[in-house]
Nanobody, 121 residues
Framework: QVQLVESGGGLVQPGGSLRLSCAAS????????MRWYRQAPGKERELVATVTSGGSAGYADTVKGRFTISRDNAKNTVYLQMDSLKFEDAAVYYC???????????????WGQGTQVTVSS
């Protein structure tokens, strides 16, 4: 199995920055795409950013130019650097990882427990 542990959430003022981390552990053979999602109260979970196994990144239009996703394959960790935070960025942020547990095996979808990001003055 794979466990995802997130950290880095908290309270920040508008215009501030936070850096989220998500470390994957367990019987991992290979990790594919790594993603960050967020869910605000009363809203559906939305995809924020994706980084492929090759390092290519993609972003939701709402965060493009402000957020940066990256990964450290040696540490099985994905990061989300969030700058110029706005009130509307407040949400629970979840990491999502596609991983295989053995060579030639199936790929499975794993989720972190979520970390709260609050933007308030």
């Amino acid at each position: 199995q794979v466990q995802l542990v997130e950290s880095g959430g908290g309270l920040v003022q508008p215009g501030g920055s936070l850096r989220l981390s998500c470390a994957a552990s367990g019987s991992i053979f290979s990790i594919g795409a790594m993603r960050w999602y967020r869910q605000a109260p009363g809203k559906e979970r939305e995809l924020v950013a994706t980084v492929t196994s090759g390092g290519s990144a993609g972003y939701a239009d709402t965060v493009k130019g402000r957020f940066t996703i990256s990964r450290d394959n040696a540490k099985n960790t994905v990061y989300l650097q969030m700058d110029s935070l706005k009130f509307e960025d407040a949400a629970v942020y979840y990491c999502n990882v596609i991983a295989s547990l053995r060579s030639g095996g199936a790929w499975y979808n794993y989720w972190g427990q979520g970390t709260q990001v609050t933007v308030s003055s």
